[in-house]
């Protein structure tokens, strides 16, 4: 029984520690300029079409939230930017509006590694899905 309390103590220690690095990482990031696009992960671009399929057909309205395919080219046509919370982490594209940002973004997790990128934002990725991990 013990074992077992240790074991979620330091579950819940190392989900609050990537939390922290995951708000310093954005934080840091959003104070950069420009941020180059690195892709949507392959993985994920099929998991986010068909969750919004899934929510199209259940009869949730999706007319505020852009369809990932196109998304994906808004970011790659231009410079994103991290939004952060004390909660939440999204990668949204520069020129988005704060009240559109909901609509138009996608979690660090959701980004592809690639070589020579900036290694704060590969950071960033690492930890975003290693917290997912942690939830799912």
């Known amino acids: 029984m013990e074992n077992m309390i240790d074991r979620a103590a330091d579950g819940d220690f190392e989900k609050e520690r990537l939390k922290a690095v995951r708000i310093d990482l954005a934080r840091e990031l959003g104070g950069m300029e420009r941020i180059k696009f690195p892709g949507i992960d392959d993985e994920a671009f099929l998991k986010l079409e068909g969750e919004a399929a899934a929510l199209e057909a259940a009869g949730y309205d999706l007319s505020r939230i852009t369809p990932i395919k ?32 909901e609509g138009n973004s996608v979690f660090p997790r959701h980004l592809r590694i690639v070589d020579g990128m900036n290694e704060k934002l590969k950071e960033l990725i690492e930890a975003d899905r290693e917290l997912y991990s942690l939830y799912h």
């Open 70 to 101: 196109d998304l994906t080219e808004r970011l790659a046509s231009g410079d994103m930017r991290m939004v952060t919370t004390e909660c939440v982490t999204l990668v949204a594209p520069a020129g988005c509006k704060e009240e559109e940002i």
